[in-house]
């Protein structure tokens, strides 16, 4: 039998260990190996060159940090099995395989009603039936497991994945604010009364992390520049679907064409295989070559809005302090309209209203605890001395237009 025990060389964490056969096959799955052809940070490598990491290599950075999580959590005295250690790491190297090329982007344009996590889930199960033995990761990674803080450290306020995205996203786009003290902040893990805690002599790595996590979304996830692209985007996809349903003959792969010329929604996921199959060949290789090809489609919206992706011409962003009037709109669309000699709805392709919001923290979701020697828990957002409730948990709004220069 060949080592399937393999090591890779991460350029974030050093050398990653795949810790069993089991999860040596799930990484061979077609479904996973799907995640090397969709970037972790979408449209972020037009701002930052560097951004252009994928999905899987998060993925096993990912599972790196579940490995040293247990690894603490086990050293304190933690109840953890070989067995549930191996299918936390499973649950969090598969907790992104259902995402679509160039983040939510599709979620808004091609698929109805389903979310990624959702897709994430099914692949999963479908995994399972192929391969077997990871029920127990799929019971974690839903919440359905007895020992709840494995769920939390793939999905809460301070798990893994934020880990994982924080240190890789800051390290590949050279934006040295994001950078988090991951080992520190792991080292200080504990569980008190079912639920994952950071004991209180880390608590500034946790603070550090919560401003490492603004800094992050203002700075690369929420660039005005990114959110641009991301909406030149979403315009051109849903140009390229309404010519789709209209008869229009566009070029595109198997893949694209599924979901371009049928209305897809989460009954067809759930209902047909056919819905998943295609989802899981869908990556960004095909939306890139698609639009480059539309550039010389006889559609003047799709035209222009492909020529303007593909060379880089992105929407202008122009940050509004209120929306705009009807007389302001009706004056873009006659303006556009006018330029291209299109229709008043055709203009509407060439600009949008966006706004772009994020939250620090949310009360709504658990608390990030902290554990005192007494045993007392109490959550972040009572005792850090540079944090209140009401800073972490602000959400920030700034509406831009967005508009085709």
């Not at 959110?227 to 003959?249: C, F, H, M, N, P």
């Not at 639009?291 to 992105?314: E, G, H, M, P, Q």
């Not at 948990?393 to 085709?404: D, H, M, Q, S």
Request: hydrophobic content about 40%; some cysteine.
């Amino acid at each position: 039998m060949p080592n399937k025990r393999k090591i890779i060389n991460d350029p974030v964490f050093g050398f990653i260990t795949i810790p069993s056969d089991k999860v040596y096959d799930i990484l061979q799955h077609p479904y996973v190996q799907r995640l090397n052809r969709i970037r972790q940070l979408g449209l972020s490598f037009m701002v930052y060159p560097g951004a252009l990491h994928s999905r899987f290599l998060h993925s096993i950075g990912a599972m790196h940090l579940m490995q040293e999580a247990v690894s603490v959590l086990s050293g304190k005295g933690v109840d953890i099995s070989p067995a549930e250690a191996e299918a936390a790491e499973t649950g969090i190297l598969l907790h992104d395989v259902g995402h679509g090329p160039f983040s939510h982007v599709l979620e808004h344009t091609l698929v109805d009603g389903i979310t990624h996590e959702e897709i994430s889930l099914m692949m999963m199960e479908q995994i399972n039936c192929e391969l077997g033995g990871i029920d127990t990761a799929i019971s974690i990674f839903r919440n359905t497991y007895p020992k709840h803080f494995l769920h939390q450290l793939i999905s809460s306020q301070l798990d893994v994945d934020r880990l994982d995205y924080l240190c890789r996203d800051s390290f590949f786009c050279g934006v040295v604010e994001g950078s988090v003290a991951s080992s520190r902040i792991l080292k200080m893990l504990n569980v008190s009364s079912d639920t994952l805690a950071v004991e209180a002599k880390g608590i500034y790595s946790v603070e550090k992390f919560l401003v490492a996590r603004r800094l992050m979304y203002w700075q690369v996830y929420l660039h005005k520049t990114s959110v641009a692209a991301e909406q030149l985007l979403i315009k051109i996809l849903t140009r390229a679907k309404e010519l789709a349903d209209s008869g229009v003959e566009l070029f595109c792969s198997p893949a694209l064409r599924y979901f371009l010329y049928n209305h897809i929604t989460a009954a067809d996921f759930e209902n047909s295989d056919e819905a998943l199959r295609m989802y899981s060949l869908l990556d960004d290789s095909d939306v890139l070559s698609a639009i480059k090809t539309w550039i010389s489609a006889d559609d003047k919206v799709l035209s222009v809005l492909s020529d303007a992706f593909t060379n880089r011409r992105l929407f202008k962003g122009k940050l509004l302090s209120s929306r705009l009037t009807e007389t302001e709109l009706a004056q873009l669309k006659d303006d556009y309209s006018r330029r291209f000699s299109i229709t008043q709805k055709e203009a509407d392709y060439f600009f949008v209203e966006h706004v772009s919001s994020s939250r620090t923290y949310s009360e709504k979701d658990e608390a990030i605890d902290i554990l005192y020697n007494d045993g007392t828990v109490r959550d972040i957002a009572e005792v850090s001395e540079i944090f209140n409730l009401e800073a972490l948990t602000r959400r920030p709004e700034k509406l831009y237009l967005f508009y085709y220069l």
